[in-house]
């Protein structure tokens, strides 16, 4: 079943009120930067364990409720720990158990546990189109990286590779996590696309991009120099690259797709191979969206001041 922009609006309502609960639970108990979670862990029990291992392939985390005895068991996998300096864990890693906590601390997802749902195990970042599984990744970005602490930040001028690699280094987040929060967070016009399989995989825009009528939703990948990413990353390319592109070859643009489609965006690819995923960061011109709507409040002012002679 297609999807409208309606269902696309309250999937995205459904995931801010994730993000929200986190900040709350962030700030509520005074964490600071990088977020521990075995922190808010310990502050649970004895009514949530957690416990690391090796499951390979299997799963990258899961949260179970014990029933006998009455406890939340949350499992993370170690394996991309290994490797590194004893007691630090990979920002993978970090992701997983901040997912699972989305899991425990989101009421509706606590509910359908103890009622004896079925733990779905996760894997991966941002992989996953079911509604549950976004909200826990909306969750657990917002964990790792609170509005309170990284607002000022990330939402400090343009929004580039270099700013969200340092504050990615500085909160213990992956880079791809700290894109797409850097997104969500920005005043600017701006979106992050995953491309998989030749295909967008999912898209998150700013808020600007939705005020100026600039929709997700688009699978078919338009862009000629994404195409040629996507190809050179299938044989190997493992670089960054920045390059032009146009706005219509990315958004659903409605009612202003003959004004909009041109515009010119700055396409900035970076590839993460644990997902084979190459995903795009997409900048452009502050009021690149917004000169229609900037001259129509000054055609209403002219309006105004020849009414009243002013």
């Known amino acids: 079943m297609k999807r409208t922009k309606l269902d696309w609006q309250a999937d995205e309502r459904c995931q801010e009120l994730a993000g929200l609960l986190a900040d709350e639970i962030t700030e509520l108990r005074q964490l600071t930067a990088p ?6 862990i310990r502050q649970e029990h004895p009514l949530l364990r957690a416990g690391g291992g090796n499951f390979g392939d ?14 939340f068991l949350l499992f993370y996998n170690i394996k991309y720990d290994l490797g590194l300096e004893q007691g630090t864990n990979h920002p993978r890693t970090r992701f997983s158990i901040c997912h699972e906590l989305g899991h425990f601390f989101i009421d509706e997802h606590h509910k359908y ?16 189109a079911m509604q549950m599984e976004r909200e826990a990744d909306a969750f657990a970005s917002s964990m ?5 602490l990284v607002e000022p930040l990330l939402n400090n ?49 700013s808020k600007a991009m939705i005020e100026g009528h600039c929709y997700p939703g688009k699978r078919v990948l338009e862009s000629p120099s994404a195409k040629d990413r996507w190809t050179a990353f299938e044989v190997g390319d493992s670089g960054r690259h920045t ?34 995923t190459m995903v795009v960061l997409l900048t452009m011109d502050p009021d690149a969206i917004s000169k229609e ?17 002013w």
């Open 35 to 40: 977020i521990d979670p075995f922190a808010i």
């Open 58 to 71: 299997r799963f990258d985390g899961k949260l179970k409720y014990n029933k006998e005895k009455k406890k």
């Open 113 to 128: 546990l103890l009622s004896g749902g079925k733990a779905h195990a996760s894997s991966g970042e941002f992989k996953t």
């Open 144 to 148: 790792l990286l609170p509005t309170h």
């Open 157 to 205: 001028g343009e929004l580039t590779l270099r700013k969200l690699e340092k504050v990615s280094e500085d909160f213990g987040a992956s880079l791809l996590c700290t894109t797409i929060r850097g997104v969500r967070l920005s005043d600017l016009p701006c979106a992050v696309a995953g491309i998989r399989r030749g295909r967008i995989a999912w898209m998150f825009p």
């Open 243 to 276: 390059e032009d592109g146009i706005l219509g070859h990315w958004f659903q643009l409605y009612d202003r797709e003959d004004e909009l489609y041109d515009v010119e965006v700055t396409q900035s690819f970076f590839p993460l191979r644990t997902v084979d």
């Open 293 to 309: 709507e900037d001259e129509e409040e000054d055609d209403i002012d002219r309006d105004h001041r020849e009414r009243f002679g």
